[in-house]
């Protein structure tokens, strides 16, 4: 099931700084390839092409600076990747330092921003999973992706196994691993104070804050990947590789060329609404009723946009019972619709929409509706806007309503 946007800015930070002991080779298993492409960039990558993540740090051996410089060098094809830094003699250390850094990067990041902490050496993350994720965290809400052993569980004490646990209480955890900035700045600096024992992930993190540091705070269980695998051996990367070959040779899903998709949209008219129609608000009339701001223009726009790269509709995406999209404005829709068409590997071509209202003239509000429209879409394409009436036939003729109808061409990113 695809996530909803998180409609916020995420951020995150991938941790490929460590010395990789585990994993014997001349060089730290970070930089060990996997299809010709070192591990740490396949993370980049999904990070980079999922559309909730806003910016990037990359943080490197401290201890190897041609290899950090070499990263930088990499990393320069991903624009949302804003600095890569050497990091410290552990994965705290390293955390804390790319933490900071974002904070010096970003002067608008807010207590409760997510901040998605990625291993480097996890390179088959989703960008799936990223997003449902950094969806599931707020201010005093972390979330951190596990998997259910196969395997039956023992404790072991010494040489002596103690006790059989129950593997469906217990959860091997993943990253990312995502925490809103505030909690997690006060349980870095609550470590760098309190000095304890190795911290493992974000987690242990936030466990090793007092108690009374915690009050309130949740950690919440998201469905990890099992393809989301670690490399920490040499058989872990050979794993890898044949996920990677068993993928290649699965049958892929037609992708055509161009496509169309149809979008419509119909909204009663209701007392005390603002009437908004192609991002903007027509003032001095009745507005419309809807769960959002019933934008009935964008409403089908989207729906023509999803129906074009096969991504559903607008309910599968945003639900009408779902409180996040209460009275928001449509104009987030859109955002991400564009940003699904993105990630289907397509732009938008052409989209021509028909606004069919007895009321208001539409006519004198058309070149507004194109600039935020434009603007929104944020990429080359054409947009046509029309407006008519039905001649005083039907519901919108009766004045009860408005409708609108959108057609929507898209083509394929590495279409010739």
Request: proline share 7%; with cysteine; glycine share 8%.
């Amino acid at each position: 099931m695809v996530h909803k946007s998180t409609l916020k800015p995420v951020f995150a930070i991938i941790v490929a700084a460590g010395s990789g002991r585990r994993c014997p080779g001349p060089q730290s298993k970070q930089f060990l390839n996997l299809n010709n492409q070192p591990l740490y960039l396949w993370s980049v990558k999904a990070f980079q092409e999922c559309p909730d993540i806003t910016n990037i740090i990359v943080v490197g051996p401290r201890q190897n600076p041609t290899a950090l410089f070499e990263m930088g060098q990499k990393t320069t094809l991903f624009d949302k990747v804003i600095a890569v830094v050497a990091g410290g003699d552990s994965r705290t250390e390293s955390v804390d330092i790319g933490v900071m850094t974002l904070a010096a990067k970003i002067d608008t990041l807010s207590e409760i921003d997510p901040i998605l902490i990625h291993d480097g050496v996890r390179p088959l993350v989703t960008t799936d999973l990223i997003g449902k994720v950094a969806e599931q965290v707020e201010a005093e809400q972390i979330a951190i992706p596990t998997t259910t052993p196969t395997a039956t569980v023992k404790k072991i004490v010494g040489k002596t196994i103690t006790k059989t646990l129950d593997r469906e209480e217990i959860g091997l955890a993943q990253t990312p691993q995502g925490v809103p900035y505030g909690l997690l700045r006060e349980a870095l600096d609550y470590w760098k104070k309190n000095p304890a024992k190795p911290i493992t992930d974000e987690g242990a993190l936030i466990e090793n804050l007092p108690p009374e540091k915690r009050i309130g705070v949740t950690t919440i269980n998201v469905p990890g990947e099992s393809s989301n695998l670690k490399i920490t051996f040499p058989e872990d990367l050979q794993q890898a590789e044949s996920l990677l070959q068993k993928e290649s040779s699965q049958e892929k899903p037609y992708k055509p060329g161009q496509a169309t998709g149809f979008g419509y949209d119909v909204h009663a008219f209701a007392p005390n609404r603002k009437l908004i129609l192609g991002g903007i608000e027509i003032p001095g009339h009745t507005g419309l009723a809807g769960h959002s701001d019933a934008d009935v223009l964008i409403h089908a726009l989207v729906d023509a946009l999803l129906g074009a790269v096969g991504a559903g509709d607008i309910g599968r995406h945003f639900p009408d019972h779902d409180p996040a999209f209460k009275n928001l404005c449509s104009l987030h829709f859109l955002e991400r619709a564009m940003a699904i068409v993105r990630e289907k590997g397509f732009y938008l071509e052409a989209a021509d929409i028909t606004v069919v209202a007895q009321q208001p003239k539409l006519a004198p509000h058309i070149p507004a509706m194109l600039t935020i429209l434009k603007k929104t879409i944020a990429s080359p394409c054409q947009l046509n806007i029309k407006a008519t009436t039905s001649e005083g036939l039907g519901f919108t003729g009766r004045r009860e309503g408005i409708a609108a109808y959108a057609v929507a061409t898209v083509t394929a990113i590495d279409y010739p």
